[in-house]
């Protein structure tokens, strides 16, 4: 035990003094006696002492020999190490800058990334016991209902639903997402920052409660707003709380919450409604229950509704997800590969640092060789040129921290990225931590292989004149390899970059059937109209949106492309044999207006029109896709088909026309066939249909106009999200230009990195053989014969690295394999492409030392050492 | 000297320093006295080997290392064999009675 504790007393400050102090006691005797014997044998008192004392050296000297046979790391020592590192950077302040440079990039880009990856999926949400929360969508009131009758696995549940609200804050009217939801939902959560929650016995009385960067942005933070009213959708709620900072669900889009009672009871028929399923369910699972049972009991309830109300319930399914999954789960893959990627680009900097190192210990050979040829162990050399690299990466750590941050506080300044949590994404000790010790790891992967190198050299040869232009051919070799490496890395990393955006543009080339030029989208709830009104109003919304100014075709349907149609169904044809699997078409009543605001091609027959009133035959207009699995070559106007749909009348209905599919289930999906039915002959809306209006121009005047016109049809009716299609295109596509444009900025950062390290080993190179170079011009090579002879390398090592990078490339490309659009993982073009790109940066890097070598003076040369 | 020779002695100083030990601790003046007096006065210890040698073996746990009074009533530092130490001697003795007997063999052939 005391020797332990003595060993951790050496660590202490002022161990050295102590220590030299200690040699020196013991010394004394040892002095003393051998003074004696030597007066014994004849001497003088004063020449005995003398030449005892001469037998021992100085006392600095033993000390320092003792204190080496102890231990290697002791704080004294490494903080010596470290002072003359930082000594010795200052006096090569181009190689610190490029090397702290690098470091920083490749640790920050790293950096960066973890942050993300933390704040986005490893931190937990914001709630109470979050790991137990579930939840699931596509609930209707009466299912909910059922469900909290059954249920086991949860102890707690609450529901909720999404809406824009109207709201009116000092006279001001504006659109406020927001949540609908019953009283449980804060028990679940947690409680406000301000005020208080919903009680249990409130939920009919009108409420509200505020995020924090509502209650900041429009009330002022001030604590005054408890008890304020704030007008939602024409009624007055009362505002009884704030939550805190950070808390948002359940994205954070929704800036305020509301009870549930208000809403629901205005249009009672949503609480009957089975078929309204817009509503969310969280739940809290029990003690004892796991995720596992809860999901299999939300699966055993889906059957058991499916069996008990088959009109409504035959195919709903309900996905249970852990709170966290849904939240974050559909932005999982692309932030690991983000960081895969940034993982590549940081061995790409390691590379380039080494190969400075390595240039570096070159030069130093003498100095080390002396050191080794007087005596020091060469794991103290080690540790001293490991010392200067780790805090070479340490300085380049600190740099990349910074740039990491800047990054990050910019990504964060767009508005609609779609990454979920980033606001919650900053700096804390976790990823201080994590830059602490990937800087400390890459101080010690390129930092071992050159002290390595340094400390093995043979003392003899590195002593004689002329040191420097022995040529360590291993070394050499080594400084290739890693320049090698680098290419093939940074051709994976360009590979993926490639690919992605490849498929980012097939994305944006799809013809969506619809033509988003000169667009305004908007969407009208007519939950509050009365079904049989509703296509009333529907007809007196498209004629008030066609008198306005601007204005050059109106419609409206339950469905907006590319990603929204409210319904599918199954669906069968007259005289077509019976398929195995039942088929299935999206279900979109519309307006004549509809087809030709989005200016969707008819391929045959005719569109819906003004003629299929509500007494007229029941005509239906297919996509071509139907018509083509349904009818194949045979021309499908004139047939049958009847929509099998719960609470569709079980009739016959005639094709009249084909129209160009449409895309209604994201851009990249082209299986949507579809079936459009005239609106006044299908008035069971869900209660909300989509404005397409072709307008002249875009501008706001023009969609203030169209809102006003829908408010004008009847109080209370509004129409929201008015906004170009062009924007709604572009944002379903906001995640794969994400994705792309992520990976290129690090695909781009990979290729700068490698062309610097192309450089550095053509300067070296070229550098290396002055002698050689020179020789040859003199004794007559042109300047073409020396460009080959020097470009032979570099192009042998770019080779190589494209070469294992295609290996590389083709295992690691399959990663992205569900992120592509209309693009194989082995996309010839993409490869070829990039390997184009990687010669001409080798190309690019080496026309300086390339230009230097053909400018060389023979006569300098051959005298240069 | 070359870097092996330096090793190979390092490793009998070791050795002969534990085997000093053996009887009784000592300090350092006598341990080099007591190796001189084994050998027939032939093996004569540097002081600069002998410390950084015992500083060494404590190290690695051979010896120990209390302070103490001299003959000569001065303060000195002792050295006594630990536990560990005596196996080391032992298995150290082993290999070089070994080892000297190869090379005599050898020799005498």
Known sequence: MTRFLKRIARWLPGERERFRADIAAELREHIEQLTQDNIASGMSPQEAKRAAQLRFGTPDAMAERCQDERSVFRFEEIGKDLRFGLRLLRRSPGFAIVAILTLALGIGANTAIFSLVYGVLLQQLPFQEPERLMTARGFSVPDYDDFRQSMQSFDQTAMWASNLYTAVIDGQAEQIPGITATPELFALLGQPLRGRAFRIDENDVPLAILSYELWQARFGGSDAVLGKSIDLAGTPHTIVGVMPKGFHFPSAQYKLWVTFGPAMNAVPEQKQNRSLRIFGMLGHLRRGATREQAQAEIQAFAQRQANTYPETNRNVRFQLQPIMESTVGGIRPALMILLGTVGFVLLIACANVANLLLARTASRKRELAMRVALGARRIRIVRQLLCESVMLSFIGGALGLVLAFAGLRWLQSWQSLPIPRLDSVHLNWVVLLFTFGVSAVTGLIFGVLPAWQAATPDPNSMLKEGGRSSRSSSGKTMRAILVTAEIALAMIVTVGAGLLVKSFVALTQVDPGFSSEHLVTGMSVLVEVKPEKRPQVVAAMMEKISKVPGVEQAGAGTGMPPETAQRSTKYEVSGAAPTAEPQYAYFLAVTPGYLSALRTRIVAGRSIEDRDGPDAPKVVVISEKLARDSFGSRNPVGEQLKVLSPGQPDEWRTIVGVVADVRFSGMDDSDAPAIYTPYPQNPQLLGGVYLMVRTRDESAGVMNGIRRAVESVSPGLYAVKLQPMSKVVSETMSTPRLNASLLSLFSLLALVLSATGIYGLLSYSVSQRMQEIGVRIALGAKSFDVVLLVMRHAMFVVGLGILAGLAGSIAASRVLRTMLFEVTTTDPQTFAFVALALISVGLLASYVPVRRATKVDPMVALRYE | ?109
């Open chain 2, 1 to 109: 000297m070359p870097q092996q020779e330096q090793e190979l002695l390092q490793g009998t100083l070791d050795m002969l320093l534990l085997k000093a030990l053996q009887l009784e601790p000592l300090h350092g003046y006598a341990i080099a006295r007591r190796v001189q007096q084994m050998s027939d006065e032939v093996l004569k210890v540097e002081e600069g080997s002998l410390y950084p040698a015992l500083h060494r073996i404590e190290e690695r746990g051979w010896v120990e290392s209390e302070w103490g009074t001299s003959e000569n009533n001065r303060r000195a530092k002792y050295y006594r064999l630990t536990r560990k130490g005596r196996k080391q001697l032992e298995d150290e003795a082993e290999q070089w009675r070994r080892l000297s007997f190869a090379i005599s063999r050898v020799m005498e052939a």
